[in-house]
T-cell receptor, first 113, second 115 residues
Framework: DQQVKQNSPSLSVQEGRISILNCDYT??????FLWYKKYPAEGPTFLIS?????DKNEDGRFTVFLNKSAKHLSLHIVPSQPGDSAVYFC????????????FGSGTQLTVLP | EAQVTQNPRYLITVTGKKLTVTCSQN?????MSWYRQDPGLGLRQIYY???????DKGDVPEGYKVSRKEKRNFPLILESPSPNQTSLYFC??????????????FGDGTRLSIL
């Protein structure tokens, strides 16, 4: 049973437009959420995170929104650039546990020039 | 350069032949983990280690062993590999601090094919 779900395997967006990647979770114990980006033949790299005490966190072109009541988070990329084309993984954890992250299955973002 | 190094990057082997995938980090991180990535399933944690000589099972530990004799190294051992362990493997490390919420640094992956 996947506790973190990314229901869109792929997303295509025009350069300059907004990319919105979605993630749902089922475990109400999760209180810290992260997004990772992965290029082919490389490991995932950390992008942005958010604690459950917040509903928004922004870093440059990247903003993560958290809706705790809906158990939903989203990553907004504005404006999208061709270099943003990658697989994006949503991940969650419970801060009180030493166990590491629970990942979603990923969304392949393609930004078209 | 701060990095997590995995070796080998690619390996094709046969069922039952013991193999070890090495992982080394140069950032003096306390936490290290192993994940496997399979299509449609994302990354699933195999084992993790909070520090030297402290290891624990993740979500999919069956068929794997690990050891943490030194802080920098966290090898993954497949004593008797089987075809269902064909996968892409990632090692990751993170420092202690801010609870357990430090982002993890990942290696570039090891693609294992077990025939």
């Amino acid at each position: 049973d996947q506790q973190v779900k990314q229901n869109s395997p792929s997303l295509s967006v025009q350069e300059g437009r907004i990319s919105i990647l979605n993630c749902d979770y089922t475990n109400s114990m999760f209180d810290y959420f992260l997004w990772y980006k992965k290029y082919p033949a490389e490991g995932p790299t950390f992008l942005i995170s958010i604690s459950s005490i917040k509903d928004k966190n922004e870093d440059g072109r990247f903003t993560v929104f958290l809706n705790k009541s809906a158990k939903h988070l989203s990553l907004h990329i504005v404006p999208s650039q061709p270099g943003d084309s990658a697989v994006y993984f949503c991940a969650a954890r419970y801060s009180g546990s030493a166990r590491q992250l629970t990942f979603g299955s990923g969304t392949q973002l393609t930004v078209l020039p | 350069e701060a990095q997590v190094t995995q070796n080998p990057r690619y390996l094709i082997t046969v069922t039952g032949k013991k193999l070890t995938v090495t992982c080394s980090q140069n950032m003096n991180h306390e936490y290290m983990s192993w994940y496997r990535q399979d299509p449609g399933l994302g990354l699933r944690q195999i084992y993790y280690s909070m520090n030297v000589e402290v290891t624990d099972k993740g979500d999919v530990p069956e068929g794997y062993k690990v050891s943490r004799k030194e802080k920098r190294n966290f090898p993954l051992i497949l004593e008797s590999p089987s075809p269902n362990q064909t996968s892409l493997y990632f090692c990751a490390s993170s420092p202690r601090g801010r609870g357990f919420n430090q982002p993890q640094h990942f290696g570039d992956g090891t693609r294992l094919s077990i025939l």
